[in-house]
Nanobody
Framework: RVQLVESGGGSVQAGGSLRLSCAAS????????MGWFRQAPGKEREGLAA????????WYADAVKGRFTISQENDKGTLYLQIHSLKAEDTAMYYC???????????????????WGQGTQVTVSS
């Protein structure tokens, strides 16, 4: 059974950085998509970045390009999201998720993703 556990959130000052982690386990496959999403109060869930486990290819939402970096451990274990130059509008619950049916292209559309973690809260104060 796939399990995803996020960590690394917290309260930070604007301009700071955070690295979120997602411990992933229980896969029967070696190739699938992993994605990071966030949801702020009163807003829809937003896709941020995705990574294809097969070859490490990454995708980013235009809104976060240059500030967010998705990466993985070499053994395809933990997934990371590095966030730089944090802004107040980055305040949200951040989730990792996996799309086990991916054929090699990773979408930033939450409906594609089959398994989700419980989320980690990021709060940015200005």
């Amino acid at each position: 059974r796939v399990q995803l556990v996020e960590s690394g959130g917290g309260s930070v000052q604007a301009g700071g950085s955070l690295r979120l982690s997602c411990a992933a386990s229980g896969y029967s496959y070696s190739t699938y998509c992993m994605g990071w999403f966030r949801q702020a109060p009163g807003k829809e869930r937003e896709g941020l970045a995705a990574l294809y486990r097969g070859d490490g290819t990454t995708w980013y939402a235009d809104a976060v390009k240059g500030r967010f970096t998705i990466s993985q451990e070499n053994d395809k274990g933990t997934l990371y999201l590095q966030i730089h130059s944090l802004k107040a509008e980055d305040t949200a619950m951040y989730y990792c998720a996996t799309d086990i049916l991916s054929g090699g292209y990773c979408y930033l559309w939450d409906a594609r993703y089959n398994y989700w973690g419980q989320g980690t809260q990021v709060t940015v104060s200005s």
